[in-house]
Each structure stands twice: as C-alpha cells, then as structure tokens.
C-alpha cells in the first residue's frame, strides 16, 4: 500500500461503477473484432513524471484502429510541416460518421486527419526513405510514443484487408479529386496496417501522455515529436477526435481524446495527464460506451475539462507591501519613513506569461508609482519560461525609463546572466542574495535619503 495508490483507488471505482452496463455492440464489420471479450474493461493513467496506474484489462493487446490516426498524423506533420499536411487534408470538424463518404466541396480535401478518408491521405503522406519503407516508420512512430516496440495482429489486418470495401471506394474518390498523393490500394493496405497495430491500455495511455507532455515520452524521455506538433494534435483531437460527438464530448467531458472501433478510448489533459481505457461494446459513433462512461466521470469528478481552468489568485505573488511593513522593519522612525518608500514584491513558482503579468501589475501597485523604488524578490520562483522572462526584462526596464529604482533578489540568477539583463534592461539592474539588503540598497538609494 502507498499514497500514491490513491489514482489506482479511482480507477478502481470507476471500473466497479461502469462494468454492469451492458450497452453497446461489438464492431462486426472487421469479422476479427467480433471474438473481443465484451466484458474486458481496463484502464490506465500515465502522469507527466512517467508514473503509470492501471486497473482491470489494462495489459490486454488489443489492435489501436483510429487511435492510430493522431499518431500517424503527428508523423505527417513532423515530416511535412502543417502547410503542406493542410494541403492534402483539412482541420474542420466534419459532423459525419468516422467512416462518411464524403470530401469538402471546393477543395476535395477530406475534413480531418480523424475521419477515414483524412487518415488514409495522412497515411499515404508518409514518404518512404531509403532504409525504412513508409509502414516501418509508421509503426517506429507509433512504438517511440508508447515507449517500447508495438507489432501488428496479422489476423485482424487480414480480416479488415478482406472486408474493408468502403475504405477503398474512399481512397479511390480521393483518388479521382486529385487529394491522394499515392495509389489508393497501396495507400489503404498501408492504413489497414496501421489500425491492426497491437497495443495496450497502458501503451495507449502513454502515448496520450506524450502528447501531453509536449511531445516528451514520459516513460523513456524521447522526444517522439516537437511540442508545437503535439499541440496541433491535441487541437485536432479536440474538435474531430470523437467524429459526430466531438462536440458533445468537448462539451461536456473538455479533453481532446480519440476512439476507436475495437473498444479503445484514449483523453489527454495537456501537461497533467494521458488517460486510456479499453472495453469492447461500442455506441452508435463507435466510441466505447463504458469508455465514455468513465472517463466523462473521471473529468467531471477531478475537475478536468480543458475550459476549467480557475486562476489560483496569491499563487504566483505571495507578498506586495512596503518595506516598513516588513517583520525586519527596525523601530527608528526615519528608517521607518524611507521603508514606507519600497514597495516589495515577492513571487513563488513557475513564470509563464499569466504569472508574469501578475508580477508585473504587483510591481505598479505596490511599487514606485507610490514609493519611489521597488524590490522584486525571487528566491521562490522555481523557473521563469522565455515569454515570461521577455516580459520580466520589458517591465523593469520601463520601470528605469521611467526614473524608479529597482533591485532583485535573484540569487539563483533566475533573470539571466547579468550581460543579459543589462542589455535587455537597460541598466545594471542591483542584485542582491537577500531581501534586506536589497530593501537597504533600495530605501538608501532614495533621492532626499541622504
Ligand atoms: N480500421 C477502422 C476503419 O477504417 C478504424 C475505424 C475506427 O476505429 O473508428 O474502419
């Protein structure tokens, strides 16, 4: 037993609480997919720190069908770049079923990477190169975000290959409207491939976390695709990944997510989470019913929805006062009188560009429009990001433009080299390793301080 197993205990009771229901039918139209377990029912949860929980079926193979399609399509982009990926195929949400016979009217180009017709054009997007032929970089790809190497189940690819009719007719109407760069039975054989490669609920939770974790596989620490890739496919997940439901989905459980026919389901929570499960009977969009079931509950209980994203006020500024107010505040009174004149802001955390603003309007509330001068102690911030630190440089170089002083605490250099402040500053902005000595520097630095 440890702390930790309080994740495992949720998925526990999810799983208690949704294994009676009994809707939902195997999908028939892949003969192979008929012999699935219907009452299989697993789930898995793989942190952004790699740690993995799992309960029920969690470590039955089973053939990933559309889970293939984000990955695939992360593959295209990373070869290809969004352009020219979006020359073949479209971004829109199409409305129809996962497998619609049907392309956007002027352009020819199927809706989304996430229907059918979009993933068998992202699919035959994928080149071949001299060493690797374009099925073993597919399946290298798929492996890489799983973290180990995945295979394909022969017999389900052989039982789609012999009946999967409407796949080609699709691949031959995109053929016929100039939106499929290769030879259509080539390009469906590839795709049919690609969707009986063999996974579990916990692979497939991992490679919903390495979307999640910025393209990072949080298991082994590759990086699988670039961070601006994994956010393109997060986006198209989030607004096509469940087909006609997506807006449903999007609505009401708030996390980009892909289904698939043989009873996967996967969701993503960007920089928390990748969440998997696995069970069988499908509804009517070909999602899995008790798939849905639990991770909607899931993202309701634990506040997940993407758009639930309450700002937690005192988070990043733990203090904005003056100098005198501080428990260091000597009792000599013309001591006192200069404090009143250092505003003191003191931040704690991670700086991305929402905590940044935050500084930033502390630093004009509390400091030198009223005081004279400013301290900007940042012995708690842990990391300050790029857009974060741009911001910290501009708001206190406009503070020097303006005449006020200011000092920081930053004994960890968190702003950068001192070269580098100076030029993006401005000035030789005073550091100091405590926060008295730079209220001293600060409230002696005052003009009438004498
Ligand atoms: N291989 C399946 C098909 O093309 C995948 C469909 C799905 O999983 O939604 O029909």
């Known amino acids: 037993m440890s702390a930790a197993d309080a994740v495992t205990d949720a998925l526990r009771e999810l799983r208690a609480e949704f294994i009676g229901v009994r809707e939902g039918q195997l999908a028939d139209y892949i003969p192979k997919l008929t012999l699935a377990d219907p009452d299989a029912f697993g789930l898995a949860l793989v ?15 089973f053939t990933l069908q559309s889970i293939s399609k984000p990955f695939v399509y992360a593959l295209a982009l990373s070869v290809l770049g969004l352009d020219e990926v979006g020359r073949w195929v479209s971004a829109e949400p199409s409305g129809e079923a996962f497998n619609a016979i049907s392309l956007e009217p002027v352009t020819g180009r199927p809706a989304n990477a996430m229907v059918n017709a979009g993933a068998i054009v992202t699919t035959a997007l994928i080149p071949d190169t001299p060493d690797e032929p374009a099925f073993d970089r597919i399946l290298h790809c798929l492996g890489s975000f799983a973290g180990r190497r995945l295979d ?25 409207a100039g939106t499929l760069p290769v030879d259509p039975v080539a390009a469906v054989e590839t795709y049919f491939r690609q969707c009986a490669v063999r996974a579990t609920a916990v692979d497939l939770a991992t490679m919903a976390a390495t ?12 990086t699988v695709v670039s961070a601006e890739v994994a956010a393109q496919v997060l986006a198209v997940m989030a607004t096509c990944g469940m087909y006609d439901a997506s807006g449903d989905w999007l609505l009401r459980v708030g996390l980009p997510a892909k289904s698939g026919v043989s009873g996967g389901l996967i969701a993503a929570g960007p920089a928390r989470f990748g969440l998997a499960t696995y ?47 501080l428990p260091s505040a000597p009792a000599d009174d013309r001591e006192r009188a200069l404090r009143e004149r250092v505003g003191v802001v003191a931040a704690q955390g991670a700086l991305d560009f929402t905590a940044a603003e935050r500084v930033l309007y502390a630093l004009d509330e509390s400091g ?59 000035q030789d ?17 005052l003009p009438g301080a004498g």
């Open 429 to 445: 902005l005073p550091r100091y390793a405590s926060r008295e000595q730079a209220v001293q520097y600060c409230a002696h630095a």
């Open 47 to 61: 942190s952004m720190d790699g740690h993995r929980y799992s309960m029920g079926e969690a470590e039955i193979p």
């Open 152 to 176: 394909v189940d022969e017999e389900v690819y052989a039982s789609e290959a012999a009946t999967g009719d409407r796949n080609r007719a699709l691949a031959y109407l995109i053929r016929s």
């Open 368 to 426: 030198p429009e009223r005081t004279g001068s400013v301290v900007l102690d940042l012995r708690e911030v842990t990391t300050i990001d790029s857009v974060a630190l741009a911001m910290l440089h501009t708001g206190l170089s406009r503070l020097a433009g303006d005449g006020w002083r200011a000092a920081v605490v930053d004994p960890a250099d968190r702003l950068g080299p001192p070269d580098l402040v100076r030029e993006r500053t401005g």
């Open 279 to 325: 069970s069988p009977p499908l509804d009517a969009s070909g999602t899995s019913v008790r798939g849905h079931a639990a991770l909607g509950a899931l993202s309701r209980r634990l506040g997940l929805h993407l758009m639930n994203n309450p700002a937690l006020p005192g988070s990043t500024v733990t203090l904005a006062t003056t100098a005198d107010d």
């Open 211 to 222: 979307l999640a974790h910025g393209g990072v596989n949080p298991l082994t620490g590759d």
